[in-house]
């Protein structure tokens, strides 16, 4: 028994205090706010200096658009339906109907759209970039590339932040027009209404100033994905199990930076 007493108490003797776990964490987050603003500094100087590789944009941009366009439909018509069948009942107390296809199609396209669709793309798209990168960086192609002064930068990361900042607006149009369809859907299940009249009742309260605004914060929004999914896969370890933590540690960044750099967005507009 007093061996048992000696063994934890020299567990509780060894383990680390509040403090020091705290100042473990500030270092840590300090030194990674170092790296990310020197790989933000980099990717910036290449491509004001160095050469873009065109068709590694393209191919970025086929592979980001292919691989959502089918969960971005499925997304966009449940999201329209769900709008409109939870906010009918509302309505109808009010007899208010006529107001539904508006209002619906200004939150698809004001809010909806743009974080739903960025956020899919984070998981999707961010991880894979993650992903794709860190298992270039544990079988050390990165580092040959490095060595033989081919700019990885510019022929790795550069293309797809590009990609991503170019397909996600356009993605989160497609949601919002997917979007708009489902919520159709949806006032057919109860009412009947004819395509024409719901897109007369939908556009006449949206007004141009609703789309911009969403559609710049969209840039945004793809800026963030392809920085952060890159910046994961670039600087990561030379375990195998480091590709999992990139892509992992890629989705959740990023979906955290998008809902503040939404918010920051929202306030703005609010300003206007």
């Known amino acids: 028994m007093p061996k048992q007493l000696r063994k934890a108490d020299d567990v509780s003797l ?27 500094k980099t990717v910036f100087n290449n491509f004001f200096t160095k050469k873009f590789e065109f068709q590694e944009f393209l191919k970025q941009c086929y592979q980001i658009g292919n691989k959502s366009v089918g969960l971005i439909s499925i997304t966009g018509i449940i999201i329209g339906l769900v709008l409109t069948i939870q ?21 698809i396209i004001r809010e909806m759209g743009p974080v739903i669709t960025a956020l899919i793309s984070a998981g999707k798209i961010g991880s894979s970039m993650g992903a794709e990168l860190g298992s270039m960086r ?47 859907l949806g006032i057919n299940i109860k009412d009947d209404m004819s395509f024409q009249l ?24 793809g800026a963030v994905i392809g920085l952060v999914g ?31 750099v939404d918010l920051i967005a929202v306030q703005i507009t609010d300003l206007l």
């Open 14 to 40: 060894n383990s680390p205090s509040l403090i020091t776990r705290i100042q473990e964490q500030s270092i840590s987050f300090f030194i990674d706010l170092a790296n990310a603003t020197q790989y933000l």
């Open 198 to 221: 719901f897109l007369t009742q939908a556009f006449i309260n949206v007004d141009f100033l609703d789309i911009i605004p969403a559609v710049i914060k969209s840039f945004f929004f």
């Open 87 to 107: 906010s009918r009942p509302p309505l109808v107390q009010f007899g208010a109907v006529a107001m539904l296809p508006g209002m619906v199609a200004i939150s």
């Open 138 to 184: 544990v079988s050390e192609q990165i580092d040959a590339m490095e060595v033989s002064n081919t700019h990885p930068i510019n022929f790795l990361v550069i293309p797809r932040v590009l990609a991503a900042t170019v397909m996600i607006p356009l993605l989160t149009l497609y949601a919002d027009a997917i979007g708009i369809f489902g919520s159709w």
């Open 230 to 260: 890159c910046y994961k896969g670039y600087n990561a370890g030379r375990g195998t199990e480091s590709v999992g933590i990139a892509a992992n540690s890629a989705v959740v960044t990023a979906s955290l930076l998008l809902i503040i």
